[in-house]
Structure formats: structure tokens, C-alpha cells
T-cell receptor, first 109, second 113 residues
Framework: AQRVTQPEKLLSVFKGAPVELKCNYS??????LFWYVQYSRQRLQLLLR??SRESIKGFTADLNKGETSFHLKKPFAQEEDSAMYYC???????????FGQGTRLTINP | EPEVTQTPSHQVTQMGQEVILRCVPI?????FYWYRQILGQKVEFLVS????????KSEIFDDQFSVERPDGSNFTLKIRSTKLEDSAMYFC???????????FGSGTRLTVV
């Protein structure tokens, strides 16, 4: 069975400080990992997927298979980054996404 | 940018009543999904749908649930006899192909009283 763990329900940092949102997963095969963001009262939006290796809005995430992690990082947080962030996994050949519980990120001015 | 549209945004229903949640996926997408999120809990997969049939479903998706693509544009989730524990945010999603990203709708908040 696949599982995604986001250990922090809440994370608060000051504007300009580095941000790291943790995500660990449990899956024996080759996963596809995603980060989704949900701004206040808006839809879930894809932020990153590990296979594309893009940097969106200054965020990056690296898949570490040894540590089974896919942490989301940004060197300098901005106030507009305040949102709910979800890490999700798709198993090889599977249709569904398995989500973590989410981390509410608050950027303080 | 194309969007997945869900209606209504909020529905209140009495326990035991049937509800139909509606979604209009992106027009050229072929894979369709329903997820739900009970307040304070994680987003959970319900069902995936491809080529006019269910391709995968979770244990949550029991006989009380059904999905349909009645025409070329709508994708519906029906709950036959709602229970209090069905109260949740229901998200529809679609994607073009099995290796493409998912696009989510803004959700329908279902409240069962």
C-alpha cells in the first residue's frame, strides 16, 4: 500500500526566510510524486511533479529515493506563498493519487 | 487556461436523500476522477473513469456511489442515500492521458443534515 506523510500540519515562517515543507512516502516501486497547492477558497493546483524537474514560483523539490522523501523548498518565502500544500503520490501504472494530510504554510510579514 | 467546472459549489441535503454532484472536465481529457475531503482530513481517492467505465475505485466507493458520463461533457457522482458521514468536499479531476498532470475542479461542499 502507498502512504504519504506530511509531518507538519502547520508551518509558519517570516517573509524572506527559507521554507521547507516535508514529505515522506512509503511505496516499494517507482513512484511519481507531486506537490499541489490550494490557496484560500480556490482549487487544488499542481505546483510541481518530480518528473518534470521544473521550478515553479521559486519552489523546487527533489525526489530522494534513499530517504523516500520529496521535500518542497523555497529559498526566500513571500507572503503570497501562504496556502495549503499537499504532497501526493501516484504508483506505477495506477490511476489514483494518494495524498498526504497537507501542511498549512503561513508567511508572516 | 481550461478549467474543470463543478456545480453546485455547496449542497445541503437531508440524510437518506439522493444527491448528484456535477462536473464538466476539460473537453479533450480522457481520464476522470472523484476525490473527497472530509473536514480536517486528507484528500481521498474515490473512483477513476476511463473509456466509459470505472477503471479503479476505493473501498469508500461502495454500492451507494455511482458515476456516469451521460453525454460528451458531464461527469457525475451520485450518492444514492446520503449519510451524515458523506459530508465532505468532493473534488472532480481530469487529465488528458495516463502520464499527464491532473486538473482539479474547485469542489462541491456537501453537507448532510
Amino acid at each position: 500500500a502507498q502512504r504519504v506523510t506530511q509531518p507538519e500540519k502547520l508551518l509558519s515562517v517570516f517573509k524572506g526566510a527559507p521554507v521547507e515543507l516535508k514529505c515522506n512516502y512509503s511505496y516499494s516501486g517507482s513512484p511519481e510524486l507531486f506537490w499541489y497547492v490550494q490557496y484560500s477558497r480556490q482549487r487544488l493546483q499542481l505546483l510541481l511533479r518530480h518528473i518534470s524537474r521544473e521550478s515553479i514560483k521559486g519552489f523546487t523539490a527533489d525526489l530522494n529515493k534513499g530517504e523516500t522523501s520529496f521535500h518542497l523548498k523555497k529559498p526566500f518565502a513571500q507572503e503570497e506563498d501562504s496556502a495549503m500544500y499537499y504532497c501526493a503520490l501516484s504508483a506505477q501504472g495506477a490511476q489514483k493519487l494518494v495524498f498526504g494530510q497537507g501542511t498549512r504554510l503561513t508567511i508572516n510579514p | 487556461e481550461p478549467e474543470v467546472t463543478q456545480t453546485p459549489s455547496h449542497q445541503v441535503t437531508q440524510m437518506g436523500q439522493e444527491v448528484i454532484l456535477r462536473c464538466v472536465p476539460i473537453s479533450n481529457h480522457l481520464y476522470f476522477y472523484w476525490y473527497r475531503q472530509i473536514l480536517g482530513q486528507k484528500v481521498e481517492f474515490l473512483v477513476s473513469f476511463y473509456n466509459n467505465e470505472i477503471s479503479e475505485k476505493s473501498e469508500i466507493f461502495d454500492d451507494q456511489f455511482s458515476v456516469e458520463r451521460p453525454d460528451g461533457s458531464n461527469f457525475t457522482l451520485k450518492i444514492r442515500s446520503t449519510k451524515l458521514e458523506d459530508s465532505a468536499m468532493y473534488f472532480c479531476a481530469s487529465r488528458l492521458g495516463p502520464t499527464n498532470g491532473y486538473t482539479f475542479g474547485s469542489g462541491t461542499r456537501l453537507t448532510v443534515v
